[in-house]
């Protein structure tokens, strides 16, 4: 389902949306436009609260927003989210995998869901699971793995289906260094096949791994740009640095 | 902290977990409110439905009694009619509800359900009386029709005509029983049962269906399934099958131990009673599943089910005969899908109905069933709210 790389074309066309939460009347998205290019790797980062995962959310058309509109692979979010659906995949913040059920048995269920068979479903599993590490515990059950494997099968079932937008909501936290290390190059030779990945993370250094960064403030986009362009114009050392700098030096971890 | 002695036990860390527990229940609004509202509904429910003795029972008589004359002067005679004392009585008891007409047509209302009894005064009653007590050795009894299939019923029935008979008591009348539907007397066992499969349908189905269904809204899942293709409805019909599955192992399970370990007796065919089960649990399924929207996690959905179950149990007329219970309440009855379950299952198994007998029965419990699908389409989050 992977197209090639068309520089330039968008994947995502966010434009003045707007998300207002009913309960504390909370403007978690405010006014944002955001262009995500096909096949870049984009990076939403932010403190707590500054309105990553509801901007996620928004695109992958779980949540509606208040206002403002959202494209992605040029249909409109959420009236053609059905449609969209079948071309991304999604890893959210929690695990969100069945505990008794097994990896594959897991796996299999989202594969099912995007209308997979099970010859065309075989080969996948058995390319993805040795990426993750997970090829000897195809049949654990999930509840005996551990958080950092279970995010691991989590992102596999956002990948089952070859999708053309991949969603990771801080879908790399727990993942050993040395593991996280080997799927980014994993996941840059996906986005040089045309994979689009969008991820909203806490961990600067896989920040700098992006494309581009947008740093998002109380439901804004403060600043946004390549890694190397932001930290020139911030005047700043790292990524962590820009963030300390611009975040409103709120601590990070979540 | 000057003091850095622990002490081995403190009142006030036991105070510190009090207070936690009843903060975290207080919060919880959904808990707080089952905490007083289901303690306070079963109270009222089991009071109005369980209070004394069994009342109302329909009960048809047939007084053919053509009294007896007896000359006591040369002029002047006496006439007696046992057979009007006994009806009086019958009437003025609130045991019974008594309708007068042929005993052939309390018969049928027996067997349609319309009377518990049908009794009979024979035409010849008090003349056999009477010559009985001038020593003539007559057989006088008085043929009675009765359905077994509720005992309390029956009770109140027998215990109104033995009051009945009290003034005439020492004239040996012999009550002449007849049983309708299998014409034995049922076992305690076999008359329970029935409302023993309805109840353990109903609690049992809703509370594993609301369990299985709130645990994927708890698991942080649901979102994740509102990014994929897979709509609403198709979770719901999802669901629906898997559960309804569930629920027919639950139909079999307790089928087979009432038939196969217990011996009960199925009157009608198994085939219908295990089609009625089956359709009796859709209905708890689809009302699961609809519910379930408002269960926010898995304590709550595991409240819902006795609050529904127990409620219905007391009115449906498990406990107590739903004829005793007071006018207004037998309506409310009426809105108890479980109501039509036991009438369903005591229809099959005790009265050997077919389903043309319990055509009504089906068809509530088919629209019960369908009023909870619309429902659960309707109110089916296809994403997150907020």
Known sequence: ?254 | MSNLRTKRFSGNRVMAVSWRVLKQIFRDKRTLGMMIIMPAIIMLIFGFTLGGQVKNVPILVDNQDTGYNVAIGPNSSSSFHFGDNITASLQGDDRVKVTTGSFESGKNGVDNGTYYAAIAIPANFSNSLFLKSRGQDLNTSIPIYVDGTKPQNQASIFGALQTALQNLSGSGIAIDKQFAFSGVELSGLDVSIPSVIAFVLTFLVLLISLIIVSRESTSGILPRLYTTPLSAIERLLGYSIALLLLGIVMVAVILGIGIGVFGVTVGGSIYLLFLGAVLYALAHVFMAVFLSNYARNELQAVQIAPLIALPSMALSGMLIPVNSFPAWVQTVAKFIPMYYGNKIFEGIMLKGYGLGNLIPEFLIISVVALIFFVLAVATVKDRISA
């Open chain 1, 1 to 254: 389902m992977q197209t090639a790389n068309q520089p330039g074309e968008s994947a995502i066309e966010v434009s003045h949306l707007i998300k207002i939460y009913k309960e504390g009347q909370i403007r978690a998205v405010d006014g944002l436009n955001l262009k995500i290019k096909k096949g870049e790797i984009y990076a939403l980062i932010g403190a707590n609260g500054s309105g990553k995962s509801t901007t996620m959310n928004l695109m992958t058309g779980c949540l509606f927003p208040t206002s403002g509109s959202i494209n992605v692979l040029g249909l409109k979010v959420p009236e053609k989210r059905r449609v969209v659906a079948s071309q991304i995949g999604v890893a959210p913040q929690e695990y969100a995998v069945y505990n008794d059920l097994t990896v594959e048995q897991n796996i299999w269920f989202f594969a099912k869901l995007q209308g997979m068979k099970k010859d065309q479903f075989e080969p996948r599993l058995k390319m993805l699971l040795p990426i993750f590490n997970l090829e000897k515990r195809s049949k654990t059950t999930v509840y005996n793995l551990s958080g950092g494997m279970k995010r691991r099968v989590s992102v596999i079932c956002a990948l089952i289906h070859e999708p053309r937008i991949l969603f990771l909501d801080e879908a790399t936290v727990g993942i050993d260094p040395v593991l996280r290390a080997f799927f980014w190059e994993y996941f840059r030779s996906l986005a040089d096949a045309g994979l689009t990945i969008v991820l909203t993370s806490h961990v600067m250094d896989e920040a700098e791994r992006a494309d581009r960064i947008g740093l998002m403030r109380a439901g804004k986009l403060i600043e946004e740009g390549t890694p190397s362009d932001i930290k020139q114009r911030c005047g700043c050392q790292s990524i962590e640095e820009v963030f300390i700098k611009l975040s409103g030096g709120q601590a990070t971890d979540e």
